[in-house]
Nanobody, 115 residues
């Protein structure tokens, strides 16, 4: 059974940091590109960051470049999103995605940036 379980979301003040984790199971993690998406209320889901299966190539949305870092630990079947210098506009539900020939999604974790 495929599972992607996100954790690490919460309420943080502007300028603060959070680290999201996504623990994967039920598929060959090392064969999949992993991504983080987010969806704010009333908006479409958007790609935040992605990392190739080997971890060597990453890609970021312009809005998070220089602030967010995606990484993966293939030994732990886990992908991370380190989020620094958070802004209110980063408020959204964040979803983990695994992509190869099929796409798997986690249930999401809420990130709220507010003073």
């Amino acid at each position: 059974q495929v599972q992607l379980v996100e954790s690490g979301g919460g309420l943080v003040q502007p300028g603060g940091s959070l680290r999201l984790s996504c623990a994967a199971s039920g598929f060959t993690f090392t064969s999949y590109a992993m991504s983080w998406y987010r969806q704010a209320p009333g908006k479409e889901r958007e790609l935040v960051a992605s990392i190739r299966d080997t971890g060597g190539i990453t890609n970021y949305a312009d809005s998070v470049k220089g602030r967010f870092t995606i990484s993966r630990d293939n030994a732990k079947n886990t992908v991370y999103l380190q989020m620094n210098s958070l802004k209110p506009e980063d408020t959204a539900a964040y979803y983990c995605n695994a992509q190869r020939f099929v796409s798997y999604w986690g249930q999401g974790t809420q990130v709220t940036v507010s003073s």
